[in-house]
Every structure is written in structure tokens, then in C-alpha cells.
């Protein structure tokens, strides 16, 4: 089973600051979903990211997927209260233990 | 498009009781998978099925067991339950033409939050 290490676990910003979380393995991933969960809720798929290299954006989120396909990141730039949430990497049927966002008004 | 619907939302047993989750997928999805989330281990699979047949089993003991019927609907049922099997139970479903394994995007309910007593 595929390991995924996500750092950090935890992170509490002011808004308008940007931010990268990690996500890891000692395995090379076939492809690496990211998600976002709100407290109640059930994980939203944000990206879905398959070649080495790959960058995607969505609005302020930049993924980018490493080139060696075992590492992906997550920036944000100028963090907005709503981006506050869970975040979670996975791939396949393997979830990371998340990131907890706080963004601060 | 309607999206993947859990029942119950919320529910409450003693210990020693068991407990029937349900899972509607997502129209036209023929994959469903099923996790349980607590804030110590986070998200854990639990079981992947596909056609009514399951396809990959995490590491729970086997007081944790699922179905698939036939219109992709999918239930989970835990018996002689434990304080520690308090947790969120997600399910999800995927529109891959194979096992979610293949594929890899999951589009989630809200889930099933089951407390023990």
C-alpha cells in the first residue's frame, strides 16, 4: 500500500498571505487527486494531476506535480477565509492524513 | 446531476449493537468505495466494489462488511460495534469504466456520522 505524507498538518495564516502544502511518498504515483473537505462535509475533488512536471491551476490554487511523479504541492496565494478546510491528497484508494487550513480574517 | 447520497446522516447505537449504512452513487457510477475518517487516523478505505463485487478490502477486522446491488447502490454494515468505531463513514463513487483503482477521482456524500456509546 502507497504511503502519503502531507505537510503540514496544521497551519493557521492572516488573509492575503500565500501558502504551499506537501504531499509525499517513497512510490511513484500513477496519478494524485487533491481534495478539500468543509467541516460536515464530504471531501470536493479541486484536481487531478497524472504527468511528471504537470501544473494546473484553479483560480489562486497552483498544483504542481514533481517531475519524478513522487511528490505534488499545493500553493495558494493570498489566502481568503474561504479556503479554510481540509486538505487532502490521495492517490487511488490512499488518502494523506491532511493539511488543516485556517485562514484568519 | 444529482450527487452521492448517504443515509443515515446521523446516528447513535450502544456498544455490542450493529449498524446498516447506506450509499446511493452518482447516476451512471459503477464504482463505490467506502472510508472511515476519525481525527487520529484520518481517512482509511475500508472497501472498493464494482459491478457487485468487491475489488479491494482495507486492513479492518471483519466485523466491517459491505454490499453492492445490482443498480450500483452500495451498503455497509458494522456489527458488534466499539467505542472506537465512532467516526465519519464516507462513501464515494467514480465514473471510471473499471474499479476506482484505476482511476482514481471520487466524488464523496456528506456521510454517515455514527457515534457509540
Known amino acids: 500500500t502507497q504511503l502519503l505524507e502531507q505537510s503540514p498538518q496544521f497551519l493557521s495564516i492572516q488573509e492575503g498571505e500565500n501558502l504551499t502544502v506537501y504531499c509525499n511518498s517513497s512510490?511513484?504515483?500513477?496519478?494524485l487527486q487533491w481534495y478539500r473537505q468543509e467541516p460536515g462535509e464530504g471531501p470536493v475533488l479541486l484536481v487531478t494531476?497524472?504527468?511528471?512536471?504537470e501544473v494546473k491551476k484553479l483560480k489562486r490554487l497552483t498544483f504542481q506535480f514533481g517531475d519524478a511523479r513522487k511528490d505534488s504541492s499545493l500553493h495558494i496565494t493570498a489566502a481568503q477565509p474561504g479556503d479554510t478546510g481540509l486538505y487532502l491528497c490521495a492517490s487511488r484508494l490512499t488518502f494523506g492524513e491532511g493539511t488543516q487550513l485556517t485562514v484568519n480574517p | 446531476k444529482a450527487g452521492v447520497t448517504q443515509t443515515p446522516r446521523y446516528l447513535i447505537k450502544t456498544r455490542g449493537q450493529q449498524v446498516t449504512l447506506s450509499c446511493s452513487p452518482i447516476?451512471?457510477?459503477?464504482?463505490v468505495s467506502w472510508y472511515q475518517q476519525t481525527p487520529g487516523q484520518g481517512l482509511q478505505f475500508l472497501f472498493e466494489?464494482?459491478?457487485?463485487?468487491?475489488?479491494n478490502k482495507g486492513n479492518f477486522p471483519g466485523r466491517f462488511s459491505g454490499r453492492q446491488f445490482s443498480n450500483s447502490r452500495s451498503e455497509m454494515n458494522v456489527s458488534t460495534l466499539e467505542l472506537g468505531d465512532s467516526a465519519l463513514y464516507l462513501c464515494?463513487?467514480?465514473?471510471?469504466?473499471?474499479?476506482?483503482?484505476?482511476?482514481?477521482?471520487?466524488?464523496f456524500g456528506e456521510g454517515s456520522r455514527l457515534t457509540v456509546l
Open positions: 494531476v497524472v504527468t511528471g512536471g
Open positions: 447516476s451512471g457510477h459503477r464504482s
Open positions: 466494489y464494482f459491478s457487485e463485487t468487491q475489488r
Open positions: 464515494a463513487s467514480s465514473s471510471g469504466r473499471g474499479p476506482i483503482s484505476n482511476t482514481g477521482e471520487l466524488f
Open positions: 512510490s511513484v504515483f500513477s496519478s
